[in-house]
């Protein structure tokens, strides 16, 4: 009598591409496509495209959330701040003049920073295949049939 010793077959899962992380982060920088580099990442200002033009790749699958917002706040904080203490202790200027600087520069900074940020953070998402990114999680396969 002979002893079979059953053992359950080892987990391999089936080779992807890989997807460089900074040239993904570098794309979505740019508000491109994290996958090509040249598809429109955005179809109006903050809206992302369900997939790509040039390559179809679904970015419907991203959640950006507060991520953007929070390091927009983070980078422009980080700029207007120091200059602004730097300019107060240097020549103590009116009050007025802070508001007429700094209100319209920190609102443009953080318009003209938001849509790279989540960019970013868009293409953070992809080449990490964080979410539905992954071709193999449940929520790719619930995306593909919604
Ligand atoms: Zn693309």
Do not use: N
């Amino acid at each position: 009598m002979t002893v079979q010793i059953l053992t359950a077959p080892p987990a391999v899962e089936p080779a992807r591409p890989t997807r460089d992380l900074w040239t993904a982060v570098r794309r979505g920088l740019m508000c491109r496509c994290p996958a090509c580099g040249e598809g429109r990442l955005f179809t109006s200002y903050l809206k992302v495209a369900p997939s790509c033009e040039r390559c179809g790749e679904e970015m419907h699958h991203h959640r950006a959330d507060d991520a953007p917002p929070y390091l927009t706040i983070m980078v422009v904080g980080h700029v207007i701040v120091p200059m602004l203490m730097w300019l107060e202790l240097a020549y103590e200027p009116a009050l007025w003049i802070h508001f007429v600087l700094w209100l319209p520069l920190t609102l443009a900074m953080s318009l003209l920073l938001l849509p790279p940020l989540k960019g970013v953070v868009v293409g953070y998402q992809w080449a990490m295949r964080m979410h539905g990114f992954d071709e193999l999680s449940d929520e790719y396969q619930q995306g593909r049939t919604t």
